[in-house]
Structure formats: structure tokens, C-alpha cells
């Protein structure tokens, strides 16, 4: 799954405008995800699969005719979605299902559903309402909307409708300003981003006519890799493509209980630091002691093989204890203080005396 992406929030009406005043509103996208099914009010969605959009909303119906802002043909709309911000504020609301049950959709019916960053606090029944403001790629800051019921419908006949319910968690999770908005006109509307993304019936035949945007298409992104993994760029059929994930199996490592650094009186060429340990069970062995140096840094590593094979069955369940020991070249390394890590675990120093002269 990508990373959640800002959508930017289109949010505000600067009056009431109704149908009459403005041409006929198209017929809006039949609401069936790509598969055909019909959506419900709760569903979660998104257009990743049809047009490369990662973001995942929660939509609403609606069922009243309307056109979002003045100026802004968005034709007879479906009803309202909320963007999650980010991964953390998705995994707030497990009970939706996480990610195996967000539905897949086209662009058309995803932003058949107006974008709405207005929320309140229902789990506490906390009438206050606050609109978001994006301050970076997934994070942002609450503003209280400080304005009367009826100021606010006035302002915005749809203004409540637009209103989500969010938990305390997600509460607690935004900073909040001092700055209150006073205005349907002061909640700022934003875009997810200038560039626009990639639609996929460019890389399938017969293409679709579409012409490159001028802020262009957006690039593909890559999220931070999971501890100890990382992400490969491939070549693709199919452009555009995302890295592969890719976690290789750690080297296995014994459990080291004592480390035994010399400590020297004079200069030595050498010094033997005695390493003590265990072994999970007698089918695995010792790889040979490393040693590298970087600079006043001695690195040991100290790794493990498995001896049994495919059809060798099981092994007995005892520890193997071990010692051995991992050769310091002193004389290369400079005068003074230089550190001993094994493993990557600093373990102790050792001092390197310089050359006598007599």
C-alpha cells in the first residue's frame, strides 16, 4: 500500500447557489465501485487501481442536487468524503476494516463526492466544529469554526452536511490554532498537488487522448521501507511503476554474554579481544571473525550458519556454548583511544601506544 497522500480539501461555499440560477447539472456517476457493486453510506474508497490516486476517504450520500463552489462545474454531486490524513489517523478507526475493505473506484465517482475537511468530536458529542488546514505532506492543524448555527447555514446552506465525526484519538492527535475562523471564506481550499496524477488508461491500448498537464504528471513516490527492508526500482512494462519492497532474511547472529578487551601498558602490534557465548542449538556454527576499522573504530562481526539441511529432521533443542577470539591490527590504527563495537554494539576501547623510540 502507498503511503496516504495529501488530497487538499475543497471546502466552503461563499453563498447559496441554487440550480435554477446556473445550466443543467450532468448526471452524476452511477455509485458502484470498479467491480460493479453498489456503495453505502460508511464505505470506505479510493481510486488507486483506476486512476494511481493512494488516498483513501470515507464517503456520505446525499440526496439533494447541488453545485460545491460558485464557479465550479462539479454537476449534480453524489454527496460529501472526508480525506484520512495519513496512516496514522486510518489505523485510529480499525473497526472500518482497515485496508482489505477499502473499495475500489473510478476518479469520476470518487470526486462524484465533494471533499470535506470539517469534523467535530462525536465519540465525546462535542458540538464544537473545527476545519482543517494542511501544513505538509499527511499532517495539519485544526481551527476552530467560531460561528453561530445559523451564521454558518447562512453562509453555507450545506455546511452541517459536510460535518464528520471523528474520535478522540484523532481529537488529540491535531495541534490546534488560536487563529479561529470567523468566515465560511476563511477555511482555505486545497489541492493535493499541482502536478496530477498519472491516469492509467495512458499505458494500456488503445490509449486514451488525454494531454500531458502543464504542472505534469505527478511522480511516483516511494514510502520508508519497514526496518531492515528496502526498495529496489525495477524496469517497467508498464510505466508508471513502484519500487519493490524487498526484506532480506537477517543473518543470524549468536548471543554474546561476555566481551574481553586487553587492556595495554605499551605499544602492540596486535591484540586478541576474547569473545564468549551461545549458540541456539548444536546444528548451528560459527562463521569466521571479521574485522574491519574505520577511522578510531573497530568493528567485530561475529555471525552464525545453520549446518542442518532440508532432510536432516529436527534438531535437539540445547544451547551450544562457545568462545573465540577477533585480532586487532594495532599497527595500522592511530595513537590513542580507538572504540570496539561487535555487532554493531559498542562493547569498549582499547588504547593504541605509539612506536617507542629510543
Not at 471564506?185 to 502536478?195: K, L, S, T
Not at 573504530?297 to 562457545?322: K, R, Y
Amino acid at each position: 500500500m502507498k503511503k496516504l497522500f495529501l488530497m487538499g480539501l475543497m471546502l466552503g461555499i461563499a453563498g447559496i447557489v441554487t440550480i435554477a440560477a446556473r445550466p443543467a447539472a450532468a448526471v452524476p456517476p452511477a455509485t458502484v465501485d470498479i467491480f460493479g457493486a453498489p456503495l453505502h453510506d460508511g464505505d470506505l474508497i479510493s481510486a488507486n487501481q483506476s486512476a494511481g490516486d493512494p488516498d483513501i476517504f470515507i464517503i456520505k450520500f446525499k440526496g439533494f442536487t447541488g453545485y460545491a463552489t460558485p464557479g465550479a462545474d462539479y454537476g449534480d454531486y453524489n454527496g460529501f468524503k472526508r480525506l484520512f490524513l495519513n496512516p496514522a489517523i486510518f489505523s485510529m478507526y480499525g473497526h472500518l476494516g482497515g485496508y482489505a475493505r477499502v473499495r475500489q473506484v473510478t476518479a469520476a465517482v470518487r470526486d462524484s463526492f465533494v471533499t470535506s475537511g470539517i469534523f467535530r468530536n462525536c465519540e465525546t458529542n462535542d458540538q464544537t466544529v473545527w476545519a482543517t488546514e494542511v501544513t505538509g505532506e499527511d499532517s495539519g492543524v485544526l481551527h476552530h469554526v467560531q460561528m453561530t448555527g445559523e451564521q454558518a447555514t447562512a453562509e453555507d446552506a450545506r455546511f452541517f452536511d459536510k460535518v464528520f465525526c471523528i474520535n478522540s484519538r484523532e481529537d488529540n492527535y491535531y495541534a490546534k490554532s488560536i487563529t479561529p475562523y470567523t468566515r465560511i471564506a476563511d477555511i482555505p481550499q486545497y489541492f493535493r498537488r499541482a502536478c496530477q496524477v498519472r491516469p492509467a488508461c495512458l499505458d494500456t491500448k488503445p490509449s486514451c487522448s488525454i494531454p500531458e498537464p502543464v504542472e505534469g504528471w505527478c511522480p511516483v513516490t516511494t514510502p520508508t521501507p519497514p526496518p531492515g527492508c528496502y526498495y529496489q526500482q525495477v524496469q517497467c512494462i508498464q510505466a508508471p511503476c513502484n519500487p519493490v519492497l524487498v526484506c532480506p532474511t537477517p543473518i543470524p547472529t549468536p548471543t554474546i554474554t561476555s566481551v574481553t578487551i586487553p587492556t595495554l601498558t605499551s605499544y602492540q602490534s596486535s591484540a586478541t579481544v576474547t569473545l564468549s557465548g551461545y549458540l541456539p542449538n548444536p546444528c548451528y556454527t560459527l562463521n569466521p571473525v571479521t574485522v574491519t576499522r574505520s577511522g578510531h573504530v573497530f568493528d567485530i562481526s561475529l555471525t552464525m550458519v545453520s549446518t542442518l539441511g532440508p532432510t536432516d529432521g529436527a534438531c535437539i533443542q540445547t544451547i551450544s556454548t562457545f568462545t573465540t577470539g577477533a585480532v586487532l591490527d594495532l599497527a595500522s590504527a592511530p595513537v590513542g583511544q580507538n572504540d570496539v563495537r561487535v555487532n554493531g554494539v559498542l562493547k569498549g576501547s582499547i588504547y593504541r601506544h605509539g612506536i617507542p623510540t629510543y
